[in-house]
């Protein structure tokens, strides 16, 4: 159906719908459905969660869990974060989105690109990294793919939801800079790049409004703001009061729930409490959204159950980020090493994905030990051993036998992580520590076997205690139902690992940003920690991380040369373009993933010591060499001012630095950008006497309103502009100087100061 057929289509049911089935298309019909309206046949369409992949229940009124269609389980969002890759993110949204046709869903539940503020988020596994311009950019990547299907999107969720603990109550606790710069941006990105369909409104309180319910969000922020064209609806039971949820502008409840919901918003009409003209734009863009997915299907779409599986192993060797690498131990090959030794039940019994709302019922499912004997089985010879048992985590009997095996074998390669009740929706971490049988085996398994490689599994990061005592460690998260196949393709050198790490690993908890505030004091969530999350915290600290963001190894090696810039000067509305050569300096083909991070020399506020902004992956031979260029504009320069609740790109000198990863910047070059803001003084009657005075303008005024008392600290043959200040005196609010004055300025002439400055603007 055309956009202007749909539109139209709209345009005939509006007028014939009553109050009541305006209100009941504001909910949904149960558990995964939308509400219909056979009389004027309106459809209803199928919502279904799945960030990684589907969790189709078999029936709309049923929950699906443990009885959902199979599908592609791909590797979850931390794993495809690792990736760094936008246009193998988009391919991930575009098979998903094919699933979704072929198993008659409408709309996805994802992806999820809230900030992974605390290493503790239980759901951290689901969400993509600490940056918001990475989770942004991947976030627009996925729901672009997805929605090239015909089948929508629900980017959540909406906003500030970073702790599982009390998360129907909790309130995200944070001033409006950070709100904006960290939290809020991913969301931006997203809507901007990729219109999604849906937005989810999270369960939280957002600086003690509910998201559900919160206009500074649902329509301030999101529509006036951002442009979003599509619908918002709540994460499930999420709602509080569904008819400020309404006057917010959050268009569905779900699930459905009943009709008192239902009852009230038509109340609310009736008493005049609610206006009819605010409930029928929702109801008109439910309808819009509703009928455009309809309009989308596809008749006899085809899962591509095989072809989905090959591409999930696929990405999820593109996600396997390795971590280190000495003495070359890596790739494995039949001729440094005849015999292997498997230690470690993940081996056998893999952790493919997160637990919670997400968790995918697999078309198959892999395992290390099947594809490595039927892939690698004649050439090598194979010891296998389970090392601990993953449903006891203080079960040290088994790693005798596995010392044995490891001793035994030329190299032992250990699989260990984080067990499925570790991390969950619904649950924070408490640590971040492997369980003590995983991190005992290690040990041991290195005090026997000078070769050793470690492939971990987890959804998030994790402390390793052993770091010194092995050569190896190769992250591969939660790699999906074909994750074995994938990993086994890094380990053996047939995929050169380029995954890249989307958040910065600790080497204790005790080093996190929001360790002291994390996860919540009665239902309070602070956010002590500001705009410094993740790695703009290590940095400001000078806080050494074990490994850092944006790290990860490769089989080769890359050099960066040749930085340039369009203009060394150049101001907001001319932006700049900085330019750079990357050339693979090592032996095989290999991808680098090229970042690029800004730092502002001087500030008015304090900013981090450097920010991404840019980043992109590039595939060369051996000797190959490109030439990679970024456009800059002002908003990649510019801070939140949550005084004047805007975007100021201040002048002065900047830093332009391309790194391997946030500490490992390779070239830098200096810029210089000059302001044309025009941006408002909004000084009032708080603001401080020497913040008038430093201004020229002002500083005029009240050199009329108070000469007699600037007078007191003129030094002889001096003029009132040369007024040397008892600081004391001069770092006193205004609303203060009729006192100080002793009368001199009065209460009027305060307030007309005020008025005169909020007419003044300046380039900052």
């Known amino acids: 159906m055309e956009k202007n057929s749909t539109q139209n289509r709209v345009d005939q049911i509006m007028p014939k719908l009553s109050l009541e089935e305006k209100a009941s298309l504001c909910s949904g019909r149960d558990d995964w459905s939308t509400k219909p309206l056979e009389r004027l046949d309106v459809p209803w369409i199928w919502l279904s969660d799945g960030p990684h992949g589907l969790r189709r229940a078999p029936f709309t009124n049923t929950s699906g869990y443990g009885d959902q269609l199979p599908a592609t389980c791909f590797p979850t969002a931390s794993a495809l974060a690792a990736t760094w890759d936008l246009d193998l993110i988009y391919k991930v949204g575009q098979a998903l989105g094919e699933e979704c046709q072929a198993l008659d869903v409408n709309v996805l539940l994802g992806p999820g690109v809230n900030i992974k503020r605390s290493v503790l988020g239980g759901r951290n596994f689901e969400f993509f990294s600490e940056d918001p311009v990475l989770s942004g950019e991947l976030g627009a990547a996925f729901i672009n793919g997805v929605q090239s299907q015909g089948v929508g999107t629900s980017l959540k969720h909406f906003v500030a939801n970073n702790v599982e603990t009390m998360r129907m109550f909790a309130n995200s606790n944070l001033d409006t800079r950070t709100l904006h710069e960290i939290y809020l941006t991913p969301f931006e990105i997203a809507v901007k790049k990729s219109q999604p369909w849906t937005i989810m409104a999270c369960y939280n309180r957002v600086q003690g409004v509910y998201g559900t319910q919160s206009p500074g969000l649902l329509t301030d922020v999101l529509k006036n703001d951002w442009g979003f064209e599509g619908i918002v609806i709540s994460d499930w039971f999420a709602v509080v009061d569904r008819v400020e949820g309404v006057k917010a502008g959050m268009h569905i409840e779900m699930p459905g729930v009943g009709t008192v919901n239902d009852s009230l918003i038509v109340e609310a009409v009736k008493i005049g409490i609610l206006d009819e003209n605010v409930l029928d734009n929702l109801v008109r863009e439910i309808l819009t959204i509703v009928l455009k997915a309809k309009s989308l299907e596809k008749d006899g779409a085809d899962q591509n159950i095989e072809g989905h599986h090959a591409f999930a192993r696929q990405v999820a060797a593109e996600s396997a980020t390795l971590l280190k690498n000495e003495n070359g131990i890596l790739p494995l090959s039949k001729d440094k090493y005849k015999k292997v030794a498997i230690i470690g039940e993940f081996a056998a019994n893999p952790r493919f994905q997160g637990n919670g709302s997400s968790e995918v019922k697999p078309t198959k499912l892999d395992n290390i030990l099947d594809i490595l004997k039927n892939e690698y089985g004649n050439e090598i010879e194979i010891t296998y051993a389970q090392g601990y048992n993953l449903t006891n985590d203080h079960d040290y009997s088994l790693i005798g036998d596995a010392k044995i095996a490891a001793a035994g074998a030329d190299i032992a390669v250990v699989f260990a992580g984080l067990p499925l009740h570790y991390e969950s929706e619904g649950i924070d971490r408490t640590h971040i520590d492997l369980p003590p049988s995983h991190n005992k085996l290690i040990s041991e398994i290195a005090g026997v076997q000078k070769n050793t490689v470690v492939v971990l599994t987890n959804g998030s990061a994790v402390a390793m205690p052993w770091v010194n005592e092995v050569d190896g460690i190769l992250e591969t998260w939660l790699a999906g139902q074909a994750g074995a196949g994938g990993i086994l393709d890094v380990l053996f050198g047939k995929v050169n690992p380029s995954g890249k790490l989307a958040e910065t690993f600790p080497v204790k908890l005790e080093d996190t940003p929001a360790f ?40 080769t090696t890359f050099e960066f040369d040749n930085i340039s810039v369009s203009a060394s000067d150049f101001t907001d509305v001319e932006g700049v373009t900085v330019s750079l050569t990357v050339k693979n300096t090592g032996f095989v083909k290999g991808k680098e993933v090229v970042q690029l991070y800004i730092s502002d020399k001087e500030c008015s506020l304090s900013r981090p010591e450097k920010e991404l902004k840019r980043f992109t992956k590039v595939e060369l031979e051996p000797n190959e060499k490109t030439t990679i260029s970024f ?117 009027e002439q305060v307030n007309e100061l005020v008025k005169k400055s909020s007419e003044i603007t300046f380039t900052p």
């Open 516 to 555: 002291l505030n994390f996860p919540a004091e009665q239902g309070e969530v602070l956010y002590g920690e500001r705009i410094f999350v993740g790695y703009r915290y290590y940095d400001k600290k000078k806080t050494e991380p074990l490994f850092p963001f944006g790290y990860g190894l490769s089989y």
């Open 631 to 747: 456009k800059l504009e002002a908003r990649d320069f510019s801070f939140f001012d949550s005084r004047r609740k805007m975007w100021i790109a201040e002048s002065g000198d900047f830093t332009l630095a391309f790194g391997s990863s946030s500490r490992d910047i390779r070239q830098a070059v200096d810029v210089t950008l000059n302001s044309t803001q025009k941006v408002p003084l909004t000084f009032d009657e708080f603001t401080f006497f020497r913040e008038y005075w430093e201004n020229k303008q002002t500083r005029e005024i009240l050199k009329t309103l108070v000469p007699a008392w600037i007078n007191n600290f003129v030094p002889e043959g001096k003029t009132l502009d040369e007024a040397q200040f008892n600081a004391f005196l001069i770092d006193q609010p205004m609303v203060k100087f009729p006192y100080i004055t002793k009368g001199e300025i009065s209460f």
